[in-house]
């Protein structure tokens, strides 16, 4: 078993996998990693299960230190990641050898950063799990979705693997301006037309209150004009609006059931992309069939075969 011991950690550093499935009607969240691409590339770079236990880093301040020697692989944001001072591009893994610091100090492009290592970090499963959701204390290195904190110690007994770096066409590109795809559905043609125009023929801008459980993007206000809901399902990506018009993207951490108006729902791409952009930035929406996000994102896994 290998081990490293965490030095410097904030409430946005958290253990993540896949999150859980099948709790909803408990009323559990899923949970799991905001930014699912860049965590099945770290660990695809170590021959782990994608899904596996990883570290998700959000907008640095994380530090680790080597108990012994350690095989780790890093994915997503640059968070000026430094081995002693020595900095670390993401897409690779590498080695750090027994006493030397690993460090994430500030976004230079992107949001969050994973860590893997092989086989995954060690964790109890919660309902199926080991996800921190910190809300309802479930996930984590003790089961009660505590953030990531100093002094605490970091376990893997996966077997190491040779060292790999993702080509230029597997690095997803975190500079991409492309507008978000979102399945149409739920309410949406119960909102005004001029609400629609400006739904995907806009600029959002991310609101600074933003977490896990979702974004909120601000712009022209949209208006519903249907009846009353009663609370219904609410899936990963779903574009709620309430009374101020301002959508909110509802994240793995979101609530179960919800009565406000939807636009539809981001695929899971989409998702991937939206959780690597900083408060203040600008992104855009654009209408796209179920059919054909669904053939987007088979094409996209086949890339890990």
């Known amino acids: 078993m290998s081990r490293l011991t965490i030095e410097a950690s904030t409430p946005l550093c958290l253990l993540q996998d896949a999150g859980r499935f099948g709790v909803r009607h408990l009323g559990v ?36 230190v080597a108990e012994e020697l350690c095989l780790l692989a890093l994915a997503g944001a640059d968070l000026g990641a430094c081995i002693d001072e020595r900095p670390l591009s993401p897409g690779r893994s590498f080695i750090l050898q027994k006493g030397q610091r690993l460090r994430f100090t500030q976004p ?68 991409s301006k492309a507008p978000l795809e979102v399945i149409l559905g739920a ?41 009353p809901m009663i ?32 636009l539809g729902a981001l695929t899971p791409l989409a998702l991937a992309r939206l959780a690597q952009c900083l408060p203040g930035s600008e992104v855009r929406l654009t209408p796209v069939v179920q059919e054909t996000a669904y053939r987007q994102q088979i094409e996209f896994l086949r890339r890990f075969v």
């Open 108 to 175: 230079y492009l992107g949001a969050r950063a994973y860590l893997a290592a092989p086989g995954g970090f060690n964790a109890p499963k919660v309902l199926g799990s080991c996800a921190s959701v910190v809300r309802e204390e479930l996930g984590g290195l003790d089961g009660f979705g505590r953030p990531l904190a100093e002094g605490a110690r970091l376990e893997y007994s996966g077997a190491g693997v040779n060292l790999k770096e993702l080509s230029g066409k597997q690095l997803p590109d975190l500079s």
């Open 231 to 262: 609370s219904e399902g609410i899936p990963l990506g779903a574009i709620q609006v309430p009374p101020d018009g301002q959508p909110i993207v509802l994240l793995n951490d979101r609530q179960t059931i919800g009565g406000y108006p939807r």
């Open 187 to 227: 309410q949406i043609g119960q909102f005004s037309g001029q609400s629609l125009f400006d739904a995907f023929n806009s600029s959002w801008t991310l609101d600074s209150r933003a977490d896990r459980m979702g974004m909120r993007l601000l712009g022209p206000p949209l208006r519903y004009q249907g009846a």
């Open 29 to 64: 969240t899923q949970g799991g990693a905001l930014d699912w691409v860049s965590m099945s590339w770290a660990n695809w770079l170590l021959g782990n299960a994608l899904d596996a236990p990883v570290i998700e880093i959000t907008l640095g301040g994380f530090s680790v």
